[in-house]
């Protein structure tokens, strides 16, 4: 996983985000690097969604 | 002779920029900020130059409003239903070409890459970026070619969500690819006419070909083009093609939510997902973003018009003017002028709100602007008794993205009904016309205001 992946998972272990949470964090990313991201993220299978809609990372099985 | 051509999407931008109706913006933008600075822009909006993808322009808002979807269906803004109506009336088969600008550049394996494409980001609580302005076409092999129209949610470089829950013919084909444990290979257009995407809006009947219907609005068929990767044909003329199939894992993967036509944020919902195996395009593309929710509800206008009008008509009622107002998202109400007899209010009433979830319906005479909110409101204060002129209707079908119906009270897979409201604005039975005559100034015919200024 890149670094950016690796922080952005990092980011939704400590609380739940909305999506554009996430993006907001990381404006400073060129928009392709952070999908790329985010798309390692998203294969690495580790989120889970809340009521709200916003992404944590899955704690249990 | 020459046969007759249709419209391309870029022939419908030239339209809306000769009608002042098109703002280009010359500076650089990140993809992030197109839905932003669009719904800050009155006209569409033409991105010269976005950040990071040199080799793309990006488009949207272009039928934000009745005005530029009248501009898109070439006639006046108070006859998109009559010009749908005659369109479906006469379908025109496709026809099938060898090239085709939408394959000029072809992107398979690695190549086929979705973050190579601005998709943005568009509102606040949407689950991720959204390509909305899409041209779905799947093949079943009983039923044959449908084309719909699905928001996809980026999830990979090679994944989409897409929604599929709301009842659809497609949604009818993947559940018989996915009870025989295979994919569903479907091809994904987007920047086309607003035609195709009309087209793709009507709930035509299951055996239906949207393209011979599409072809219809043109007045001429609609060239199509075979897929590099899939058995399917797209229109030539798209700007962007994706091409995969949606994968047999049934409805599991998240997606959303998504900003819905009903001006609300929507729910996480659980959806198949879409795997691209190759993209195609134009040399010169132009990614088109499908403003959510003002491009959704006017697409929906010209269909639940003419609904409307057909609904009319098979009740013996003549009707005059039709509009469905964008306060409703252009769905949930109508509003009709009609030539009346006695009685026809009513069963103009029951006529209207026999279409599909209206909600609201409201029916005038026919010497009532109903385009005016001022002219509807007299007719409103004027012809209308509430104890002998408004029925409601209790328990028929609802929606469940209308929170007034409480579906959220109604446990999973419960299905909400809705109560509707029907208000009989003609002149009331009984009461003299001579009764409603309006003033008129004097002289003002016979003078003139320029020989004054």
């Known amino acids: ?61 | 002779m020459t046969p007759p051509t249709k419209q391309s999407f870029r022939d419908f931008l030239q339209r809306l920029e000769e009608a002042g109706e098109l703002r280009r913006l010359k500076k650089g933008v990140d993809a992030r900020h197109v839905s932003g600075l669009m719904a800050q822009v009155r006209e569409a909006s033409f991105f010269e130059q976005v950040i990071g993808y040199p080799e793309w322009r990006v488009v949207g808002a272009l039928v934000s409003t009745r005005r530029r979807l009248a501009l898109g269906m070439a006639c006046a803004e108070s006859e998109i239903a009559t010009r749908f109506e005659e369109g479906i009336r006469r379908p025109v088969e496709p026809r099938l070409v060898r090239d085709a600008p939408c394959q000029e550049v072809v992107w398979e394996g690695d190549a086929a890459d979705l973050t190579r494409l601005p998709i943005p980001l568009m509102h606040v609580k949407d689950g991720g970026p959204y390509i909305s302005g899409t041209l779905v076409v799947s093949k079943d092999p009983e039923y044959g070619r449908n084309v719909g129209s699905y928001r996809m949610m980026y999830r990979t470089p090679r994944e989409t969500g897409i929604d599929l829950v709301s009842p659809s013919d497609m949604r009818v084909y993947y559940q018989r690819a996915l009870d025989q444990g295979r994919p569903l290979p479907i091809a994904v257009a987007v920047g086309v006419h607003p035609y195709e995407l009309l087209a793709a809006a009507y709930k035509a009947p299951i055996d239906i070909d949207e393209f011979a219907i599409a072809g219809g609005l043109h007045g001429a068929p609609v060239d199509l083009v075979r897929c590099r990767t899939v058995d399917l044909e797209v229109p030539a003329d798209a700007e962007l093609v994706l091409e995969g199939e949606l994968l047999p894992i049934g409805w599991t993967a998240d997606e959303g939510p998504f900003g819905e036509f009903s001006h609300i944020t929507g729910e996480v919902k659980w959806n198949p997902i879409f795997r691209v195996r190759a993209i195609t395009h134009r040399r010169d593309p132009i990614f088109y973003v499908l403003q959510m929710p003002w491009e959704n509800d006017w697409l929906a206008a010209p269909v639940i018009e003419a609904a409307g009008l057909q609904a009319l008509r098979v009740a013996s009622v003549q009707p005059v003017a039709i509009r469905a107002p964008v306060g409703s998202c252009c769905y949930w109400s109508l509003i009709a002028s009609i030539k009346k007899r006695p009685g026809e209010g009513k069963n103009a009433l029951l006529a209207l709100l026999s279409v599909a979830e209206v909600k609201l319906a409201i029916v005038t005479d026919e010497d009532i602007d109903i385009y005016d909110p001022d002219e509807l409101d007299w007719a409103l204060t004027f012809r209308v008794q509430a104890d002998q002129d408004v029925l409601i209707v209790p328990g028929a079908r609802g929606k469940h993205i209308d929170p007034s119906v409480r579906a959220d009270l109604l446990g999973k897979g419960g299905l909400p009904t809705t109560a509707k409201l029907g208000i009989d604005a003609t002149i009331p039975e009984g009461v003299p016309k001579s009764h409603y005559e309006r003033l008129r100034y004097f002289a003002k015919d016979a003078v003139r205001l320029e020989d004054y200024l």
């Open chain 1, 1 to 61: 996983m890149s670094e950016l992946a690796t922080r952005i998972v990092e980011e939704l272990r400590q609380r739940p985000r909305q999506f554009s949470e996430v993006v907001e964090a990381h404006l400073d990313v060129a928009w392709r690097e952070f999908l790329y991201a985010w798309g390692e993220v998203r294969s690495a299978d580790v989120l889970e969604r809340d009521d709200a809609g916003r992404y944590r990372v899955r704690t249990g099985p």
